[in-house]
C-alpha cells in the first residue's frame, strides 16, 4: 500500500472517529436537553392544574372549594348532601375538589388520584399507578413544604410516556404523563443526520489526506526517481533538486551531499589506482630488469659476476623490494582507513607523544633532532598521533642533507617539524598533503608519496590543520595544529 493511500485511510478514520465522539457528545447533550424540557414541562402542567389555571379533564362540574382554590386538597370535610355527587356521602374529598373549567390542551394525560389510590379524574388514558406512586399517595405534606414528586418512564398502549406525579396536601396525588414519541423521533433524525454528517466528513478528509498526501510526496518521489537512476547508471553527478526549506528539503540537500560525497570518493579511488598503478611501476620495472640481468647470465655459462657487481646488484633488488613493501602498507593504510576504525579518543598530552615519536625516529637513524616541547593536552587517538608525527618526522629525515639536524618544536596544540633541506617552492605547498604528489625536484628520490597523506587524513580526523611553510634555516617547516582542551 502507497503512502498515500496509508495517509487518506488515516485521515478518514481520524475524522469518522472525531465525528462519532462529537456526535455522541452531541446526541448525549440533546437528549438531556429534550428530557429535561419535557420534566419542566410536566411539572408546570401539574402546578397549572392544581393551581386552577387549567383544567382537569373528565369531571363532572361541581362546586369549586371557597376555603382554597390555589391547590387541590385543601377542601372542606364538611357534610353537604345536597351539593355532593354521591348523595349519602355528603363530604367531598380534598383530591376530589373541582376547579372552574378552564381551556384543556390535549398536549398531556392528567390524571387526580385520592388517598386511596382511587382515579377521580383522568384525561384520554388512564395511567398506571406503580408501588412508588402508591407510596407517595400518603405522604401529606404541611402548607409551605415542598411537596415530594417523582419522575417514571411508562409505557401505555404500547407508547413510551414521561410520567410527572405530584403528592396532594390533603392527601393523593396529580399525575402528568406525554408521550415521548415526539423526542424518540427527534433523538431519531438526529442521530441519522449525526452518521451522514460523520460519513461526509470521513471521505472529505481522506479525500484531503490524499491530496496532501500527493503533494507531499511529490518531491519524495523525485527523490526516489534520481535513488533509482543512480542506481541503474551509477552516475553521481546526477542533479537532485531541493528549493524547499522544510524536512523534505532538507533530505533532498542530504541526499545531494551523500551524491557528492560518493562522486568524491569513486574519484579519490580511480585517481589511487591511477596513482598506485602509476608508483608500482617504478620497483617493478627495476626489478625487472635486475632478475632479467640474472637470468642472461645465468644462462651463459662462461658470464660470472663480480662480487662488488654481486652486492650492488643485491642491493638494488633489495631496495626495490623494500620500497615495495613500504608502497603497500601504506596504500594499506591510507585505502583501509586502518587508523580510524575503532579509534578511541581521549585526553592525550601531546609533548609525550611527541617526545617518544622523536626518541624512537633517533634510534632509527644516525641524525640529531632537537625537541623543544611546552605540555598540552590534546582530544585524540595516541597510536594516530604518534603516526602523524613519524611520518612528518620521516618526511623531514629524507628532505635534510646529511649530518644536519631536524628541529622538533611542539607549542599550543601544535607540532612543527623544521629540516635544512632545499625547501618545499610555494607553488607546490598547497599539494604537498595529496596522494601520490611529489614536486618535479623530488621525482627521483625514494618514497611513496603517501606519508603526508596520511598525516593530512589522521589530522582531519582530529578536527585539527596542517600546513607547509619555509623554516627559519631555508628548509620545510611542515607540521600540524589539534585541537586543545
Do not use: C
Not at 34 to 62: H, K, W, Y
Not at 316 to 331: C, D, K
Not at 360 to 385: C, F, K, P, T
Request: hydrophobic letters at 40%; aromatic letters at 4%; proline letters at 5%.
Amino acid at each position: 500500500m502507497s503512502l498515500r493511500s496509508r495517509l487518506a485511510i488515516l485521515f478518514g478514520l481520524l475524522a469518522l472517529v472525531v465525528s462519532a465522539i462529537v456526535g455522541a457528545a452531541s446526541y448525549q447533550a440533546t437528549r438531556s436537553e429534550v428530557s429535561e424540557s419535557t420534566d419542566r414541562f410536566l411539572e408546570s402542567r401539574a402546578i397549572e392544574v392544581t393551581r386552577g389555571i387549567r383544567e382537569q379533564p373528565g369531571n363532572p362540574p361541581l362546586r369549586p372549594n371557597r376555603a382554597n382554590t390555589n391547590d387541590l386538597g385543601n377542601g372542606a370535610n364538611g357534610a353537604n348532601g345536597a351539593n355532593g355527587a354521591n348523595g349519602a356521602n355528603g363530604a367531598i374529598d380534598d383530591a376530589a375538589t373541582l376547579l372552574p373549567r378552564l381551556p384543556f390542551d390535549p398536549d398531556a394525560i392528567v390524571q387526580v388520584i385520592d388517598r386511596d389510590g382511587v382515579v377521580l379524574s383522568s384525561g384520554s388514558n388512564e395511567l398506571p399507578i406503580t408501588d412508588a406512586v402508591e407510596r407517595l399517595i400518603v405522604e401529606r405534606p404541611r402548607p409551605g413544604e415542598s411537596a415530594p414528586d417523582r419522575y417514571d418512564d411508562v409505557e401505555i398502549d404500547g407508547t413510551s410516556y414521561r410520567m410527572y406525579t405530584r403528592a396532594l396536601q390533603g392527601g393523593g396525588a396529580i399525575q402528568v404523563a406525554r408521550s415521548t414519541t415526539e423526542n424518540d423521533a427527534v433523538l431519531s433524525v438526529l442521530v441519522s443526520r449525526i452518521a451522514i454528517i460523520g460519513l461526509i466528513a470521513a471521505v472529505l478528509a481522506a479525500f484531503a489526506g490524499w491530496w496532501i498526501a500527493r503533494r507531499t510526496t511529490r518531491p519524495l518521489r523525485r527523490l526516489a526517481d534520481v535513488a533509482a537512476t543512480v542506481a541503474d547508471t551509477r552516475d553521481f553527478s546526477i542533479d537532485v533538486p531541493v528549493g524547499r526549506p522544510d524536512e523534505i528539503g532538507q533530505l533532498a540537500g542530504s541526499f545531494r551531499e551523500m551524491l557528492t560525497a560518493l562522486e568524491t570518493s569513486r574519484e579519490q579511488q580511480h585517481r589511487l589506482v591511477l596513482d598506485a598503478g602509476h608508483e608500482l611501476r617504478t620497483p617493478l620495472t627495476s626489478l625487472r630488469a635486475n632478475v632479467e640481468m640474472l637470468q642472461r647470465i645465468d644462462s651463459r655459462p662462461d658470464a660470472a659476476l663480480t662480487p662488488e657487481d654481486r652486492r650492488e646488484l643485491l642491493h638494488a633488488i633489495n631496495s626495490e623490494v623494500g620500497e615495495l613493501s613500504n608502497l603497500f602498507t601504506e596504500l594499506m593504510e591510507l585505502a583501509t582507513d586502518s587508523h580510524d576504525a575503532d579509534a578511541t579518543m581521549e585526553a592525550v598530552d601531546l609533548a609525550e607523544v611527541v617526545s617518544r615519536s622523536v626518541e624512537r625516529w633517533q634510534r632509527r637513524v644516525d641524525r640529531q633532532i632537537s625537541l623543544n616541547a611546552e605540555s598540552v593536552m590534546v582530544s585524540g587517538n595516541e597510536a594516530m598521533i604518534e603516526r602523524a608525527v613519524t611520518n612528518v618526522l620521516g618526511n623531514a629525515h629524507k628532505f635534510s642533507p646529511p649530518g644536519e639536524p631536524i628541529d622538533v618544536v611542539v607549542r599550543d596544540g601544535s607540532v612543527s617539524v623544521r629540516d635544512r633541506g632545499p625547501g618545499v617552492a610555494v607553488a607546490d605547498r598547497a599539494r604537498v598533503f595529496d596522494r601520490f604528489y611529489r614536486a618535479d625536484a623530488t621525482r627521483t628520490m625514494p618514497g611513496s608519496g603517501l606519508g603526508l597523506a596520511i598525516v593530512a587524513q589522521i589530522v582531519e580526523r582530529h578536527g585539527g590543520e596542517t600546513w607547509v611553510a619555509e623554516s627559519e634555516h631555508g628548509g620545510a617547516d611542515v607540521g600540524f595544529r589539534l585541537p586543545t582542551i
